[in-house]
Every structure is written in C-alpha cells, then in structure tokens.
C-alpha cells in the first residue's frame, strides 16, 4: 500500500510536467501563426497603396502636358514654321483640358466640375467629388500624387514661360503661352473646388465668420443693456 501511495504522486507530477510542455507548444505556435498572418497583410495594403489601378489615364495625364512642355522647349529643331508649332502645342494642350476636365480627374481621383446652363439662361459653376467609391476602382495614393503633382506643377512651367518670352522679347509666343496657362490653370483651379467643396461652401464659410461675430457682439451688449435696465441703474 506504501509503494502504491508512493507511485501515485510521481504519475501526477508527470502529468502536470507532460501538460505545461503542451500548453507552451501550443503557445508557440499560435505566436507564429499570428506573426505570419500580420506580415501578410501589411505585404497586401503595401501592394495596395503602390498599386496603379488606372494605367491608361495615369499616362494621359501626364503625356498631352509634357508633350506642350517639351515641343514647345524643342520645336525649332524640328521645324521652322512657327505656324506649325503654334497649332500642335495648342493641340496638345486642348487635348490635356479635355482630357483632364473629363476623364482622368473622375478616375484618377474621384472629382469633377462642369459648367451648366438652367432654363432662364443662367450659367451655373457644378464641383463634385465622390463620397463613397467603390473598392474596385477606388483611387489609390500614388495615382492622387501623380494627379496633382502633374496639376500644380505644369501651370507653374508655363508661368515661367510668360517671364521667359517677355524678357526675351519673343512677342509672337505670348498668345500661346497665355493659352497654355490659361487652360491649365482652369482645371487646377475647378479640381481645387472640388477638393475643398465648391465655391458656395466657401463663401458660407468666409461671410459666416465675420456676421457670426457681429451677432455675438450684438446679442452680448444687448444682454448687458437689458440686465443693466433690469437692475434698475
């Protein structure tokens, strides 16, 4: 009876031993299940962010542009016809406005603006912006780099074309470089009420602020004047 007391304790310190051995493999291994699975996803929305969902309009955006940029830089090389280079660098750059107005600024980052006529003769400026894309053709962060940068910085380009000619005194390009900026810049400026929520939002906010002020100026004398009546001084 002494030898089977004996025995029965060592069988449950085995026991406990072969049970905590169990508990630390499946520790450990759930450990590296959830590392594994945590380095896949950040894989996933790294390739997501770099991912180029529109490749075509990413070309768009940035070939008609460019291409005004550079023919406009390089045209005497090939041809000494200023008529000819006149009419294909505004080619070109119709062909950005279009482009830009119309397609790539829906696709490449969910905006858009237009002009509209109502039934009085009335013209109307319309900025939208999408609120919920879908996931599928959502616009990802490289495309919405590419579209401003390639916004902002090709009307800049042109502007210092303008100082460029009138310093120089090439006269005969001017009209073309004021058309250059002159298209530009109107889709940088739509694309940047868009983003901001239109003109009317801007001009609720801007003439809120300072009636909003006046009011509080307003209503706090007038609660004065009317305690001061009221006290009887």
């Not at 003769?121 to 319309?126: A, F, L, M, T």
Request: net charge positive; glycine share 6%.
């Amino acid at each position: 009876m002494q030898h089977l007391q004996q025995q029965h304790p060592q069988r449950q310190r085995e026991e406990v031993a072969t049970g905590t051995e169990w508990r630390m493999k499946l520790t450990l291994t759930d450990d590296t299940e959830d590392v594994s699975l945590d380095f896949g996803n950040e894989e996933e929305l790294a390739l997501s962010k770099a991912k180029i969902r529109h490749p075509l309009a990413t070309f768009f955006h940035l070939f008609f542009r460019v291409s005004a940029i550079v023919t406009y830089l390089f045209c005497d090389w090939f041809s000494k016809s200023f008529v000819a280079c006149f009419v294909v660098i505004l080619l070109l750059l119709s062909f950005d406005f279009w482009s830009v107005k119309n397609v790539t600024g829906r696709l490449l980052v969910g905006l858009r603006w237009w002009n509209q006529i109502d039934e009085d003769g009335k013209s109307h400026w319309v900025y939208e912006a999408k609120k919920v894309p879908s996931s599928t053709a959502a616009p990802t962060e490289v495309e919405a780099r590419i579209f401003w940068l390639g916004l902002i910085i090709c009307p800049v380009i042109w502007t210092m074309f303008f100082f460029s000619t009138l310093f120089s005194l090439k006269l005969k390009w001017l009209a073309l470089v004021i058309a250059g900026i002159s298209l530009q810049a109107a889709n940088l400026y739509g694309y940047v009420h868009c983003k901001l929520g239109g003109l009317k939002n801007l001009h609720k906010i801007a003439g809120s602020f300072p009636a909003q002020q006046m009011f509080q100026r307003d209503t706090s004398e007038g609660f004065q004047k009317t305690g001061l009546k009221g006290t009887g001084t």
